[in-house]
């Protein structure tokens, strides 16, 4: 990474202006966050809501669908569907797109064809989002009447107001996509992952503020340097430790998010007329963690339907539904230190089914998201092979064998980030609503942004350059995707001391 190359771009007129309307929109994204539906009584709603997010009985689902809409739940904003009918809407035209012929030869059409892929994927948002919107409503009502204490939120609303409610969910979320999109124009980071990680930056304050809090008491008095001071001994010790473990795990991830093997792919030379074609080495790489966070996604959304039938069902008017529903609910509930505390088998069923729907999802999307089949046809196309390994068949088992042996430690290490904040909560009273997602989420965004705003630096500031101030780094292969090698800055510092790069002197021969 290159931050003088990024700090010398900010001289160039567009690259200021695509950061400050990329900022611009994120704020206007913060702003639409904090207005309510219009519901009822402002201050009796925060009241219930308040009690809904503080009790250890608040579902995962609500504290992660909080956290993803920077808090749009817990202020019952119009952006709280947020991005979730676009990202479903997303997932089921990828897997139509598998499923369906048309849509499988529209892919291959190239960039014609995935702009009308993604017009499907608007068009699918809407009717997504009004069903979302309408389930929303339901599932805050009935957690605020269950778990609030303070009555049914909806209760003398009229059928005008059930529409009003409905098309202000509705277009906050299409509002949503519409800034997401706009800031990916921009090529300065993927709009959505960018919305989604603001909202996860949202709740760090409050989260500071809470570990501040267990930290200072003024009832307990700490002699420090012939000072007292109104520090909780085991309040410090338990911020030190959440510090440790979130700053080890950060490390985790990282490596996790950028570990992949490189496959060497050969290329045959070919001749035609008085020009030779191939005679390449490039390199096919495969992600440790292809599915990224959606097996994590799919995890949660699987986890409160159990949950949310039960509450259905407590509702009936039959004893046994009752009584059924009340077990449901108790299974799946959002698992803390009392939970534990419980003798028996029944607290460990939420984590156990949890890792196993992780697990399970994370090979189901790689299988999508790397297409074995496709890339051994792709390369026999191309006239690539991998050294050792026949052409077609062989090629694509090979690839099958590499990759599953690379997702079972990636489902594995996503479970285990998974897991983190239930088991956190044997140890600590507060509700934790992510843990390693969100830091996986924060650490590839935050990576994914920062290599496409250096390249539109490069771009900026291209003028300012001559050849000799970049060359090809030879000593790596070439990528298989682009087939290009990657491309190198020569510090000043180097050019003024008369010193070259190793690699400098070959590019000549590049």
């Known amino acids: 990474m290159s931050w003088k190359v990024i700090w010398s771009s900010l001289k160039s007129a567009d690259m200021r202006k695509r950061l400050l309307a990329v900022m611009g929109m994120l704020f206007v994204f913060r702003i639409f966050a904090h207005i309510p539906v219009p519901l009822a009584d402002p201050t009796t709603l925060k009241q219930i809501l308040e009690n809904v997010f503080t009790s250890s009985e608040t579902p995962q689902l609500f504290s992660f669908i909080n956290v993803l809409s920077g808090g749009a739940l817990a202020n019952f904003s119009i952006m709280l569907v947020g991005l979730g009918p676009y990202i479903n809407a997303s997932i089921i035209l990828q897997l139509l797109t598998k499923a369906i012929p048309q849509l499988e030869a529209l892919n291959k059409e190239g960039e014609y064809g995935r702009k009308k892929i993604n017009q499907y994927t608007r068009i699918l948002t809407l009717p997504l989002a009004i069903m979302q919107s309408i389930g929303a409503i339901y599932l805050v009502r009935q957690s605020a009447s269950s778990i609030g204490g303070l009555g049914d939120i909806t209760a003398n609303t009229s059928l005008m107001q059930w529409v009003l409610m409905v098309c202000a969910l509705?277009?906050?979320s299409m509002i949503l996509m519409w800034?997401?999109?706009?800031?990916?124009?921009?090529?300065?980071?993927?709009?959505?992952?960018?919305?989604?990680?603001?909202?996860?930056?949202?709740?760090?304050?409050?989260?500071?503020?809470?570990?501040?809090?267990?930290v200072i008491n003024e009832n307990e008095k700490w002699?420090?340097?012939?000072?007292?001071?109104?520090?909780?001994?085991?309040?410090?010790?338990?911020?030190?430790?959440?510090?440790?473990i979130v700053t080890i795990v950060t490390v985790l991830v990282v490596k996790l998010n950028e570990a992949s093997r490189n496959i060497t792919i050969n290329y045959a030379k070919r001749v035609q007329g008085n020009r030779s074609y191939g005679g390449v080495?490039?390199?096919?790489?495969?992600?440790?963690?292809?599915?990224?966070?959606?097996?994590?996604?799919?995890?949660?959304?699987?986890?409160?339907?159990?949950?949310?039938?039960?509450?259905?069902m407590t509702s009936s008017s039959s004893a046994r539904l009752q009584s059924l529903g009340a077990e449901l609910v108790k299974l799946f509930q959002n698992p803390t230190a009392q939970t534990f505390q419980q003798p028996g088998w029944q607290p460990y069923i939420y984590p156990l089914?949890?890792?196993?729907?992780?697990?399970?999802f994370t090979f189901f999307y790689t299988s999508i998201a790397f297409n074995t089949k496709e890339i051994a046809e792709n390369l026999q196309k191309q006239g690539g092979f991998i050294e050792g390994v026949r052409i077609g068949a062989q090629t694509e088992k090979y690839l099958g064998k590499v990759?599953?042996?690379?997702?079972?430690?990636?489902?594995?290490?996503?479970?285990?980030?998974?897991?983190?904040?239930?088991?956190?909560?044997?140890?600590?009273?507060?509700?934790?609503s992510l843990g390693g997602t969100s830091l996986l989420i924060l650490v590839?965004?935050?990576?994914?942004?920062?290599?496409?705003?250096?390249?539109?630096?490069?771009m900026a500031t291209y003028d300012q350059y001559t050849q000799d101030d970049f060359f090809y780094d030879s000593s790596e292969p070439a990528q298989a995707a682009t087939g290009g090698r990657r491309l190198r800055?020569?510090?000043?510092?180097?050019?003024?001391?008369?010193?070259?790069?190793?690699?400098s002197t070959k590019s000549k021969d590049n």
Do not use: H, W
């Open 170 to 172: 509705t277009g906050g």
């Open 179 to 214: 800034l997401g999109e706009l800031i990916t124009e921009q090529n300065v980071g993927n709009g959505i992952s960018l919305i989604i990680t603001v909202g996860i930056v949202s709740s760090l304050p409050g989260t500071i503020g809470s570990l501040l809090t267990s």
């Open 223 to 244: 002699n420090i340097f012939g000072r007292q001071l109104p520090i909780d001994q085991q309040g410090l010790l338990y911020t030190l430790l959440i510090v440790a």
């Open 281 to 312: 080495t490039t390199t096919l790489p495969v992600k440790l963690i292809t599915a990224g966070v959606i097996p994590i996604i799919f995890a949660v959304a699987f986890l409160s339907v159990p949950s949310f039938v039960g509450q259905l």
């Open 353 to 360: 089914v949890y890792f196993i729907l992780v697990f399970a």
């Open 403 to 432: 990759v599953n042996r690379l997702t079972l430690f990636g489902a594995l290490s996503l479970g285990m980030l998974a897991l983190m904040p239930i088991l956190g909560q044997k140890f600590l009273t507060t509700n934790i």
């Open 444 to 458: 590839s965004v935050a990576l994914e942004t920062l290599r496409q705003i250096e390249s539109r630096a490069l």
């Open 489 to 503: 800055f020569i510090p000043k510092t180097l050019k003024r001391s008369g010193k070259k790069s190793d690699n």
